[in-house]
């Protein structure tokens, strides 16, 4: 099912037109390619991503074959970088590898790096989108930051079907460290995030704004997030107004078996806010959500605003009182397998939030590894008419909390057929 929904993604991409007609799709392959320069062909494709990448122009797009590549990227324009490609570029397979070399203790870089500037390179305006995509990324040095990806970007930025695992760095961000200046859009979608590690305060996924008074968003949609050292996903915030500021929003992530899973830093003048909605946060050590750091005060408490509805989780640290309880949530034990995946039996199989009243869908209609979440869940009424009895306000519940949308258990039913 995923292979099909990224397939079909990826040809709605190519099918837009660049400022100079149909945008050029490049080539890259580890095993066949020996093209030193364009047009990099399925005939003739690049052997270097980063080759590829210098050639290609604004909108374009970069297909790489499943394979292992030792390079370092550098991502400064808007284009479409998609990993996991066959050996004749028909259908997207698994994911291609991209591993950055063991140079000396001052020149370790990770496989990525983003610097995606309005103004520079062919970047126009914050509507300009940048897609990763299908990729395994591991660093074989220390890098100073983002063992996966790091670096900055004002504008919109996709990263989906990624596996960082296993990077250490020394600063911040054993997976990904990113800077989004501006009102810079970011999506994290059903990336696996695991085992990496930080000497500092995350070793999962770093996200900052930049002093520019500002209002970034980031997205984490389906992402599970495991065993990374300190916190899994770690928010900061340097400079904001009552309007400016980061906002994060959460749909449908299992964050687990890190010491903080969701920690949150409104630091100086910053602003954060955070909406939670279907996740797990469970098993983190110290804390599942760290709402204004590990050091609260009145002042960075009031500057953070954190709302968590249909949502499981356990431990916080919250003095101030100022997670709002949107509804929905409780602190069962959801019964994790295998670090992130859920049983039939699970307490969270069916009490996530799959659309609003109005038929606004809050779920995505698949989960992490593409398997189909529900459609037609049952309606909670929360509010009816005092004149009719009909209800005029509630929401639809029925899939699950996670990333992992579990199978059905249809054992009773198999057991109830044999029987008659």
Avoid at 345 to 365: Q, V
Wanted: charged share 15%; with cysteine.
């Amino acid at each position: 099912m995923r292979k099909i929904l990224l397939f079909l993604f990826t040809l709605i991409l190519l099918s837009g037109l660049s400022s100079t007609g149909f945008a050029a799709v490049h080539f890259v392959s580890s095993g066949s390619g020996t093209a030193h320069e364009p047009p990099f062909s399925k005939e003739d494709p690049s052997e270097s991503i980063a080759r590829a990448i210098a050639y290609a122009s604004p909108g374009d797009s970069v297909y790489v074959q499943t394979g292992t590549y030792n390079e370092h990227v550098w991502l400064q324009s808007p284009l479409n970088l998609v990993g996991g490609w066959n050996a004749d570029f028909t259908a997207t397979v698994g994911r291609s590898r991209i591993q950055s070399p063991d140079l000396t203790e001052y020149e370790d870089r990770p496989p990525i790096q983003i610097n995606a500037r309005i103004g520079y390179q062919g970047v126009t305006s914050v509507e300009d989108e940048l897609l990763i995509q299908n990729f395994e990324l591991r660093s074989l040095g220390v890098p100073a930051a983002g063992g996966g990806i790091t670096g900055s970007h004002e504008i919109t930025t996709t990263i989906d079907n990624c596996l960082i695992e296993g990077n250490a760095v020394e600063l911040h961000g054993g997976a990904v460290k990113l800077f989004c200046s501006g009102n810079s859009r970011t999506t994290f979608s059903s990336n696996i995030i695991r085992g990496n590690i930080s000497d500092i305060l995350c070793g999962g996924i770093y996200v900052a704004d930049t002093n520019d008074g500002l209002s970034p968003s980031v997205r984490f949609i389906n992402n599970m997030i495991h065993g990374n050292n300190k916190s899994g996903i770690y928010v900061i915030s340097n400079e904001g107004t009552d309007q400016g500021g980061i906002h994060v929003t959460l749909i449908n992530n299992t964050i687990s078996g890190q010491q903080y899973g969701l920690y949150l830093n409104p630091y100086l003048f910053g602003r954060v806010v955070a909406d939670v909605i279907n996740s797990i946060l469970w098993g983190n050590t110290s804390y599942d959500i760290l709402p204004c750091t590990i050091n609260p005060t009145p002042e960075k408490c009031l500057r953070s605003t954190v709302r968590v509805g249909h949502s499981i989780y356990e431990t916080v640290l919250d003095p101030e009182m100022i997670i709002q309880d949107q509804g929905g949530n409780f602190s069962d034990d959801p019964l994790l397998e295998d670090d992130f995946r859920l049983s039939a039996d699970s307490p969270a199989a069916r009490k996530g939030l799959c659309d609003l009243y109005d038929g606004t869908r809050i779920a995505p209609f698949t989960d992490f590894e593409g398997d189909p979440r529900p459609k037609n869940c049952t309606l909670r009424c929360t509010e009816y008419s005092p004149a009719s009895g009909e209800c005029i306000e509630g929401f639809y519940e029925g899939c699950a909390i996670g990333a992992d949308e579990p199978l059905p258990n249809i054992l009773p039913a198999l057991l109830l057929l044999l029987i008659n």
